[in-house]
């Protein structure tokens, strides 16, 4: 009987069969799925008519997906990279004939502009984003954050005249009360939150050692 015979080159086969689009979701992520849905204040059974919630929350989480925060300031005549104060040299002092703006440095930190009472969730909430039902681990919440792209430099002197600052891709991994910051991570070239040993990292970076 030679009908049941498999070919040697089996796996080329199977590399050839088009069946068409896989609903599957190829796309490896070290990031929760819930942690990219938008918070929405609608009730859970809606009365006939009304948008289903699970519509509401996925239009927003489509519509927040089209917004960058390096285009939305840049439209606005803000520079990113001029937001973080730097050491300022009495020597180059610019000119107005050089800038129009006055020659002023700037010299107040982000933080004083920075306002939480309209914000839709508590840094705890954020935080907890990153728990999966039945995960006793902690994953990374996705985020952006205003870093320097030399990170030896940035550690050693973030005021440095050298350093410019990008919004970048980052995983946020923890939130200190007493300071009000948080402990993010940049992602690699694959969107990935690792180690240096290739390792997810989990629960805030927190390992059994401490």
């Known amino acids: 009987v030679t009908t049941f015979k498999m070919p040697e080159d089996f ?35 809606g009365l006939p008519g009304q948008c289903p919630r699970k519509i509401e929350v996925e239009r927003r989480r489509q519509l927040y997906v089209t917004f960058d925060i390096a285009q939305l300031l840049a439209s606005k005549g803000i ?11 009495p020597n180059n002092m610019p000119t107005i004939e050089e800038r129009k703006d006055p020659v002023f440095p700037i010299y107040l930190p982000l933080k004083i502009f920075d306002n939480d009472e309209y914000d839709c969730r508590t840094p705890e909430e954020w935080i907890s984003l990153g728990l999966e039902p039945g995960s006793h681990d902690r ?20 005021k440095s005249q050298k350093l410019i600052y990008k919004w970048i891709d980052v995983g946020v991994l923890d939130y200190d009360k007493e300071t009000e910051l948080y402990l993010v991570h940049k992602t690699d070239k694959n969107g990935l939150v ?8 989990l629960n805030g970076g927190i390992t059994p050692q401490g």
């Open 139 to 158: 994953k990374p919440v996705p985020g952006k954050a205003l870093l320097p792209t030399d990170d030896v430099l940035g550690h050693e002197d973030p």
């Open 194 to 201: 690792r180690d240096e040993e290739g390792r997810p990292i």
């Open 11 to 45: 796996g080329s086969v199977l590399d050839k069969q088009v069946i068409g689009p896989t609903t599957e979701n190829l796309i490896k992520s070290d990031f929760p799925v819930q942690s990219f849905k938008p918070k929405v204040q609608i009730a859970f059974q």
């Open 79 to 89: 520079d990113s990279n001029q937001l973080m104060p730097r050491h300022h040299d």
